[in-house]
């Protein structure tokens, strides 16, 4: 038993997703559990303020898509790993967020371990499918 995610995006562990979470938090100064700090809350993730939601929640532009460059960051996090799906528009947001971010993301996954050296790309790679497509990438 394990996580699938559409468009060939994931089929693993879930504790390998956390992982994947962990290495993308990271890349943006932050911290997803379990913290290596003991002051930080357990239940929650953190990141660096450049890459925190605005006040008031993402805004979205007048070509429909989301206003806030790191939007799909904030999806990924966020999003609970056994279940829902993820829009088009978020996917194609999130594709871009996680190319920004690809040689620190890299970097932690390297350091992270057990996870395969092309996770981030299968990854990219299936929010690209899914925004294309216009289908939702769905967690299973």
């Known amino acids: 038993m394990g996580l699938d995610i ?13 992982r994947f979470r962990c290495a993308v938090a990271k890349a943006c100064g932050g911290s997803f559990p ?17 890459f925190q939601e605005p006040k008031g ?19 990924l996090l966020n999003h609970p790993d056994h279940t829902g799906w993820i829009s088009s528009t978020v996917c194609a947001v999130l594709a871009r967020n996680l190319r920004d971010l ?6 932690n996954l390297r350091v992270v371990g057990h996870i395969k050296s092309d996770t981030l790309t299968r990854f990219i790679a299936g929010c690209e ?3 294309e497509r216009e289908e939702e990438l769905v967690f299973s």
Do not use: M, V
């Open 6 to 18: 559409s468009h060939g995006a994931w089929s693993g562990s879930y504790c390998s997703f956390d």
């Open 57 to 75: 929640g993402p805004k979205w532009g007048p070509d429909g898509e989301l206003a806030w460059k790191w939007s799909g960051l904030f999806e």
């Open 102 to 107: 690809r040689e620190k993301i890299e970097a």
């Open 34 to 50: 379990p913290h290596a700090d003991p002051n930080l809350d357990p239940a929650y993730w953190y990141i660096d303020s450049e």
């Open 129 to 131: 499918l899914a925004a």
